[in-house]
């Protein structure tokens, strides 16, 4: 990892925002630890749903990921799903932490998922059991709903 790309902001780039929680802390959403861990396929699934904005489904995304696996193992999907952590960085500005990508999830592929899924599912505001398009029409939903500012009146003139 180069400090310099993630920690200090270069011409014209913003500084990298810290992840909202650790890698090591799952038991912060134990609804998405049991996913990521007893399902991997599902969690990864909804992660690439997201990041990719919904051009790919959670069910191809998460039948991919399961087919790597079995083919080539614990490698190749921690491989393929360490792309999606990238990605998943560059989309929101985040850092490269506690090592590059790939090394956190060939070290820690349950922790490195689990944590994609709380970035997104608590500080991003997505419903990943819902969908990109879900939470599209959810967000649209509630910003209709929302109650707008009063329309500004133009001050009224004195009569003299």
């Not at 913003?14 to 007893?38: F, G, P, Q, R, Y």
């Not at 990719?52 to 991919?64: E, K, P």
């Amino acid at each position: 990892m180069n400090p310099s790309s993630t920690d200090q902001p270069s011409q014209g780039r913003v500084k990298a925002k810290d992840w909202s929680t650790d890698l090591c802390e799952c038991w912060m959403d134990i609804n998405s630890c049991c996913l990521t861990c007893w399902c991997p396929c599902v969690a990864f699934g909804r992660i690439a749903e997201v990041v990719d904005r919904g051009s790919t489904s959670c069910g191809v995304s998460g039948a991919m990921y399961m087919i790597i696996f079995m083919l080539t193992g614990y490698g190749g999907s921690s491989l393929y799903s360490c792309f999606y952590r990238t990605k998943l960085r560059a989309q929101y500005n985040l850092k490269e932490r506690p090592c590059c990508d790939c090394c956190v999830h060939f070290c820690c592929e349950p922790c490195a998922l689990c944590q994609e899924y709380r970035q997104l599912q608590h500080n991003r505001d997505f419903d990943l059991s819902i969908g990109w398009h879900g939470n599209m029409e959810r967000h649209a939903r509630l910003a209709a709903s929302a109650p707008s500012a009063p329309p500004l009146q133009p001050p009224m003139s004195r009569l003299n």
